[in-house]
């Protein structure tokens, strides 16, 4: 499910609000269950970045994070995978460094790591 900002939101999506950006987010809709469970870890991640980088001190402009992953026959996740394109006039030691902090701190993604009971209300 990629999501994006600036210059590397999609053309078509949906838009979300979003306090680091004056145009907001756009999301790319998503189709099944599967695909909205990948959208808050490309959502988180995109957020945080933008947060960190303001925290270290990284000028950044743009932002696009495609989390992905699939299920096994019995539709348990196989894991999710995501990347991160980031528009910066930062030096590449800088944005690893982001990157690096962004994985730590999300805080979806390190929800799901941990992992979570569902159970359904009686």
Same mark, same amino acid.
């Given at each position: 499910?990629?999501a994006?900002?600036?210059t590397?939101?999609?053309?078509?999506?949906?838009?979300?609000?979003?306090?680091?950006?004056?145009?907001?987010?756009?999301a790319?809709?998503?189709?099944?269950?599967?695909?909205?469970l990948?959208l808050?870890?490309?959502?988180?991640?995109?957020? @945080?970045?933008?947060? *960190?980088?303001?925290r270290?001190?990284? !000028?950044?402009?743009? #932002? =696009?994070?495609? /989390?992905?992953?699939?299920?096994?026959?019995?539709?348990?996740?196989?894991?999710?995978?995501?990347?991160?394109?980031?528009h910066?006039?930062?030096?590449a030691?800088?944005?690893v460094?982001?990157?690096?902090?962004? @994985?730590?701190?999300a *805080?979806?993604?390190?929800?799901?790591? !941990?992992?979570?009971? #569902? =159970?359904?209300r /009686?």
């Amino acid at each position: 499910m990629p999501a994006g900002a600036g210059t590397l939101r999609a053309s078509a999506g949906v838009i979300f609000h979003h306090s680091w950006t004056e145009a907001g987010v756009v999301a790319v809709p998503a189709v099944n269950g599967g695909q909205l469970l990948h959208l808050p870890v490309a959502m988180c991640v995109l957020n @945080d970045s933008y947060r *960190e980088a303001k925290r270290l001190g990284i !000028a950044l402009d743009n #932002v =696009a994070v495609e /989390a992905d992953g699939s299920f096994d026959n019995e539709w348990h996740s196989t894991g999710i995978q995501y990347s991160v394109t980031l528009h910066s006039c930062a030096s590449a030691e800088a944005l690893v460094r982001l990157g690096a902090v962004v @994985d730590q701190v999300a *805080e979806i993604p390190r929800a799901i790591r !941990a992992g979570a009971h #569902v =159970a359904r209300r /009686a």
